[in-house]
């Protein structure tokens, strides 16, 4: 069920999950609708809304991530909450403004409707949250515990090392679960800053990390976003939120690929899933991976023409869906980026006027190729009998 709720100087739309079983699952993006206020004010009012949200039209939600896009993390960060001293770790709690543990990611990636400040909120009910003593934040319901990372950083030389120091640090937090980055991690988000210079080392210490752990193209990736976007410290040229779950076995794992649209991304030298599904017993997870205007030999569709690489991108993103046995009524969520602030007029025409009932946000964040004007991810929840 998609709606949209308004409230003081801001707006929630929101997907909830419901397949009469006992996890009920949400998500939400809030946007401040008046670009004339203060940062703070901005702040305040979606804050306000999510607070609402889960005390009266998702009372019983507990949210398990929650992803602010700020315009000036320099300026904004500090008071949104900053991570906790360990600069792997994120915030435990949504910037002091509730009770309840979760996984908190801040980034900057400008919303482009002149606020200042969004948010993306991910909500479970009946599961138990908590940060283990890895760092890491839980959800767990049953036999399942859902694993966010949120922000994880390095403060290493370069965009190569500071990869590394992250995918070392987050092994060693999954192997303290018990959990392996092959077996158990799902979703990765790198945020690239000045991503023109810095992806290619980004890329670099993932392939290495991905050989040494022995996911390969024989066996699999990991679904990702590779991204511009940029936290409040200059010197972090990468930082990664991600997603694992301990509980599941390979044969709930299925890997997408839509060979009639896109290429394997290891055709072009980097290592990730077009898109992941995990089944469990009454329903299924998609998750697309950040997706452009691209030809199932790897060549980019429509140079230069933004309408042109939106239709393409949807129509990408449409055959993975397909291939995972979902479609755009099943997609909780969209995060569209965008190269050139310019194209975010036809390009938020194009995208409402598609999906006017979906949560979606749109920021300035660069692709990892110059060429790639327009890029998005999702998520789609289904109902499935397993």
Not at 36 to 58: H, I, K, N, Y
Not at 207 to 217: E, P, S, V
Request: aromatic share 8%; proline share 4%.
């Amino acid at each position: 069920m998609k709606k949209t709720y308004i409230y003081d100087n801001a707006a929630a739309e929101t997907f909830v999950f419901d397949n009469g079983n006992e996890v009920k699952e949400a998500h939400a993006i809030i946007h401040a609708t008046n670009p004339s206020t203060t940062f703070s004010q901005q702040l305040d009012a979606v804050r306000g809304a999510l607070q609402t949200l889960l005390a009266e039209s998702l009372k019983g939600f507990q949210p398990v991530l929650v992803r602010y896009f700020l315009s000036d993390a320099a300026n904004q960060e500090e008071e949104v909450g900053r991570p906790t001293p360990d600069p792997s770790l994120g915030r435990g709690d949504i910037g002091g403004m509730m009770s309840g543990i979760c996984a908190v990611s801040i980034v900057e990636q400008p919303p482009l409707d002149g606020t200042k400040v969004a948010l993306w909120c991910y909500m479970m009910t009946d599961v138990t949250t908590s940060q283990l003593a890895s760092g890491l934040f839980c959800a767990e319901h049953g036999p399942y515990r859902h694993l966010w990372c949120a922000s994880a950083h390095s403060l290493a030389a370069d965009s190569n090392e500071q990869t590394q120091e992250i995918f070392d640090h987050y092994i060693n937090q999954l192997a303290d679960e018990g959990c392996t980055l092959r077996d158990n991690c799902i979703r990765t988000w790198f945020f690239v800053n000045d991503i023109d210079q810095n992806y290619g080392g980004m890329v670099k210490a993932r392939n290495n990390t991905f050989a040494r752990q022995g996911l390969t193209t024989d066996t699999h990736f990991i679904a990702s976003t590779g991204i511009g976007g940029r936290q409040a410290d200059h010197n972090v040229l990468t930082q990664m939120d991600a997603y694992a779950v301990s509980g599941i076995s390979p044969s709930q794992v299925r890997h997408l690929y839509a060979p009639t649209h896109l290429n394997r991304t290891s055709d072009y030298g980097v290592s990730f899933e077009r898109g992941t599904t995990v089944d469990y017993p009454d329903r299924r997870h998609v998750f697309i991976s950040g997706t452009a205007s691209i030809d199932n030999s790897g060549k980019i569709m429509h140079e230069k023409d933004i309408v042109m690489q939106t239709a393409r991108m949807i129509e990408n993103v449409e055959a993975l869906l397909t291939e995972a046995g979902s479609g755009f009524d099943d997609v909780c969520q969209m995060i569209v980026y965008l190269r050139d602030i310019g194209d975010y007029a036809i390009v938020s025409r194009t995208m409402r006027h598609r999906f006017p009932d979906t949560p979606m946000v749109i920021v300035h964040a660069p692709v990892c190729r110059p060429g790639w004007l327009i890029e998005m991810e999702c998520v789609a929840s289904l109902r499935i009998k397993n």
